[in-house]
């Protein structure tokens, strides 16, 4: 029979994808097959002609699973799923559709990873929640927290509160995103606090800049945007984001490394501007990383010609400037298959923040 852990956390963008990944590289030295399943799934593609959540799609990819992937997301919250659940509910339905999908995981493979969908109780509205779900798979759960000492601990305990009504136990937690500078003293006082409420730290990570910065192919599937140029250079990493509002020598002050520069079509002054820096200092200097023209304004042709001649991504939209800025500033950063650094950054990060030995015993 295998074993299992259910990944939930406090809250959303806590970082529970990162640290199953992490979990399933890391302990494959102690299990020889390691499965993957995410029950409920709120962001999907259309992979093999099913609705499979975007974080199966990244772990079947770069932890190499064996599965098929409709039993590794069997259920995806697609747009209309609530208010027609809501309707006419389904519950059975729901969980016999859950569990012969982990069956088909678990039929091959010494230990499964469980990743839940948010903190506890999302998913209640269609009975499905969290808790219920680890309850359903009969499984321990890992909460995941966001780092701090009061806010997180107080998120644990209310989250712990509807894993105990629905019987589950709480086999630890782990603290992420840690400021480095707070890391001692977080680390520390986190785990002599879940001391006294009688929950174990099972490791402390760090918070890491790196994994927080977008590639220019993330930016473009959230805006939707159109590729002008560079189709070939979606992969270059933003640092920094640059409005184009201002005059083309004051923008010389705030171009620096990895730019994205978002400014109106028909400002070629700024465009122009930006070409001109990346070309003369090259890799010496300040680069832009990328091109976002807003206001569905597409430059004079001898403008394109020139950004032809660099390795700059252009996209087109079509709203406005603040509202394009917005919408990148709040952009959730999610780990593609295809970024093999913040992939191997995680592996690192967990590997030696986490206790490995204390989650074997666990389980």
Known sequence: MSKKVFIAATRQDSGKTTVSLGLIYCLKEKFKNIGFIKPVGQRYFIEQGYKIDEDSILIEHVCHMQAVLK???PIAVERGFTEKYIKHPHKSGLIKKIKDAYKQIAKHNELVIIEGTGHAGVGGVFDLSNAFVAKQLKSKVILISSGGIGKPIDEILLNKALFDQEGVEIMGVIINKVLPEKYKKVNELVRKGSARKGLKVLGVIPYEK?????????IQEELKANVIYGSTFMDNVVEKIVIGAMEPHAALDYITDKSLVITPGDREDIILTAICMHLIHGANGPSVSGLILTGGITPHPSVLNLIKCTD??????????????SRV????IKIKPQDKTKTNLVIDLV???VDMNAIVRSL
């Open 210 to 218: 790196d994994l927080t910065k977008p590639m220019i192919g993330q």
């Open 329 to 332: 500033h709040d952009l959730r």
């Open 312 to 325: 700059i991504p252009i996209l087109l939209v079509k709203e406005d400037t603040y509202n394009v800025a």
């Open 71 to 73: 039993d590794m997301s």
């Open 351 to 353: 590997n030696k923040y």
